[in-house]
């Protein structure tokens, strides 16, 4: 079992930046892929960036690359996703997940996720 508690969200302006975090607990974690999808009201939810088990890979969604960094600490059980260049269409609940698969931008290849941290971005 695999528990994720995510961080950081908040209120910010555009073009601010701000960095997420994913607290990842459990035996196995070090062994889990892990990363982040988004989901805005009444969207479906969206991939954003995935990080492989060794942090070595990583993988982001089009709309995010460029501007959003993900990275993993030495000890593989934290995530953390920093955003730079915010806009307004990346507000959001932003969910941490973890995945056995090697990068995981399907929901459906995500074992485990977090409840979610909200970001909204003021135009």
């Known amino acids: 079992q695999v528990q994720l508690v995510e961080s950081g969200g908040g209120l910010v302006q555009a073009g601010d930046s701000l960095r997420l975090s994913c607290a990842a607990s459990?035996?196995?974690?070090?062994?889990?892929?892990m990363g982040w999808f988004r989901q805005a009201p009444g969207k479906e939810r969206e991939f954003v960036a995935f990080?492989?088990?060794?942090?070595?890979?990583?993988d982001y969604g089009d709309s995010v690359k460029g501007r959003f960094t993900i990275s993993r600490g030495n000890a593989k059980n934290t995530v953390t996703l920093h955003m730079n260049s915010l806009v307004p269409e990346d507000t959001a609940a932003y969910y941490c997940a973890a995945s056995v698969l090697f990068l995981a931008r399907r929901t459906v290849d995500n074992k485990y996720w977090g409840q979610g941290t909200q970001v909204t971005v003021s135009s």
């Open positions: 990080i492989n088990a060794a942090g070595s890979t990583t």
């Open positions: 459990g035996r196995t974690v070090s062994s889990y892929a």
